[in-house]
């Protein structure tokens, strides 16, 4: 409904309470008692809530929903939805009959008096679309960036009444729910970083699909998800992790690829300050490598996904064109964890070029110390020159004389290293000439890409590959 996407809070709050099909509670933790509060000021909010609670301090919270020894996270807001949306249906059966019951939670830590924190929140929606149909959720992660504590209340107030309202009346389509999610609202004020949906009302919604709207949207710069689709909250899943980051297009994903990753996560863990367990391997595909004729393929995007997936790799995707920015957002998450990022060597031209920071007031030196100030290292996977096909590794790397106590500085304190190992036998493998090879239908790129990816290709049709009988009828036309 087009017209439900220009209404004002209080609008889409009172149709909503005017609905007598549409009957739910609130539950709000810590900071998040704003949205139930613009349902009673909208009016006629008898017909439409249930109840409404705010367990503010801890103990009331343990006493509802059982102790647990973090409050703002997604565990508890999970637990909170679950709690509500079946007491609802315990306590009112009858009422079940006649309308679609809705659970609304939130857990939120805001701005404190002193603002050294960063105002976050976890909010969701249970909820059914129709009469006696099983539950629905909408679960998403929030950063609030206003400067003010009644600020960050009032613009999670119209977020929560924005969700509500989608959920009911802009679902089917997904640019319309996007839309009315973040009404009246903008990024200065609320960022979302995760959101993942399920149930009935989404089941022709691919979540990877949810979260690259938000980073092409701008909603966030960047979110991840995990090898079975799964999208996470980058805060939560990387935190104090020792990361190991892999910036490409992966178009598709080939022999190289593996052996840089592999290699490069074996020589990772050879630093006193890597374990295993605390390891966690991110592919990330920047946004701009997702682009085809000036606009984002979200097909391509998936088909990539999908791949990368299928090898059991966790994927990020950004809008973090530069490599420092991409660190510097990274290393805030680890904290003080060493973190390494595996680069080609050709990589290391745009790197090291100065032009490349032209709009930083400090420059290159900026760049460098927002990126590479922080604990991280960089391993630098050779390749075979372009011109002559002999080998090109870091020590052959050619650095203006100007840069060149940079480089041997970060060299000297741990910051870059070559591989020590790498198979020189798939060097020559470049993403370009496979791709090329799938849309010709030439058998050759097959032995450029690992057996599981062949399969993929082969089996989805995936970057312009058509099966053999395709081809002929379409000869014989």
């Not at 701008?218 to 939560?236: E, I, S």
């Not at 996977?381 to 203006?400: H, K, M, R, S, W």
Request: hydrophobic share 40%; with cysteine; charged share 25%.
């Amino acid at each position: 409904m087009k017209q439900d996407l220009r209404l004002t809070t209080e609008d889409k709050a009172l149709k909503i309470n005017l609905r007598t099909d549409i009957y739910g509670c609130f539950a709000e933790i810590g900071a998040g008692q704003e949205v139930a509060a613009n349902f009673f000021k909208a009016g006629g909010s008898s017909g439409t809530i249930a109840y409404t609670q705010s367990a503010y301090d801890m103990k009331v919270s343990d006493a509802m929903y059982g102790e647990a020894s973090r409050y703002v996270c997604e565990e508890r807001l999970l637990t909170m939805l679950n709690t509500e949306f079946e007491t609802m249906k315990y306590r009112l059966p009858e009422k079940n009959k006649t309308s679609c019951f809705f659970a609304f939670c939130n857990t939120v830590e805001s701005l404190n008096y002193h603002k050294t924190n960063q105002g976050h929140g976890w909010i969701g929606v249970r909820f059914q679309h129709e009469l006696g149909s099983l539950p629905n959720d909408v679960i998403l992660h929030v950063k609030m960036h206003d400067n003010s504590h009644k600020g960050q209340q009032e613009a999670l107030g119209i977020l929560g009444v924005n969700l509500l309202h989608a959920c009911y009346f802009l679902a089917d389509h997904v640019d319309d729910f996007f839309n009315g999610l973040f009404y009246r609202l903008t990024r200065d004020r609320v960022e979302i970083d995760m959101i993942r949906v399920s149930g009935p009302r989404f089941k022709s919604i691919d979540n990877r699909i949810v979260a690259l709207q938000l980073v092409k949207r701008g909603f966030t710069d960047a979110t991840m998800f995990d090898l079975c689709g799964n999208v996470l909250q980058p805060a939560t899943a990387l935190y104090k992790k020792n990361i190991l980051l892999m910036r490409g297009r992966f178009r598709p994903v080939t022999k190289v690829h593996i052996d840089m990753i592999e290699r490069g996560k074996k020589q990772f863990l050879k630093e006193k300050e890597v374990q295993e367990k605390d390891l966690c391997l991110i592919l990330e595909l920047t946004l701009k490598d997702l682009t085809a004729d000036g606009k984002i393929s979200s097909k391509d995007f998936v088909d990539r996904a999908e791949l990368l997936g299928s090898l059991g790799y966790t994927v990020m995707i950004s809008n973090y064109l530069k490599h420092y920015k991409m660190v510097d957002y990274l290393a805030s998450i680890a904290r003080e964890k060493l973190m390494g990022v595996l680069v080609g060597v050709y990589n290391l031209h745009t790197i090291f070029d100065e032009r490349y920071y032209d709009n930083l007031p400090g420059g290159l030196f900026e760049a460098f110390g927002r990126g590479f100030g922080h604990n991280i290292k960089m391993f630098v996977y050779p390749a075979n020159e372009v011109e002559t096909g002999e080998l090109y590794t870091l020590a052959d790397f050619q650095i203006p004389e100007n840069l060149k106590g940079l480089k041997q500085y970060m060299e000297d304190n741990n910051k870059l290293e070559a591989y020590s190992d790498f198979d020189p036998s798939l060097l020559h493998i470049l993403s370009d000439d496979v791709l090329a090879k799938i849309r010709v239908n030439s058998t050759s790129w097959e032995n450029d890409v690992p057996e599981e990816v062949v399969k993929a290709i082969k089996f989805f049709e995936l970057f312009g590959y058509k099966k053999k009988k395709e081809i002929e009828s379409s000869v014989t036309v």
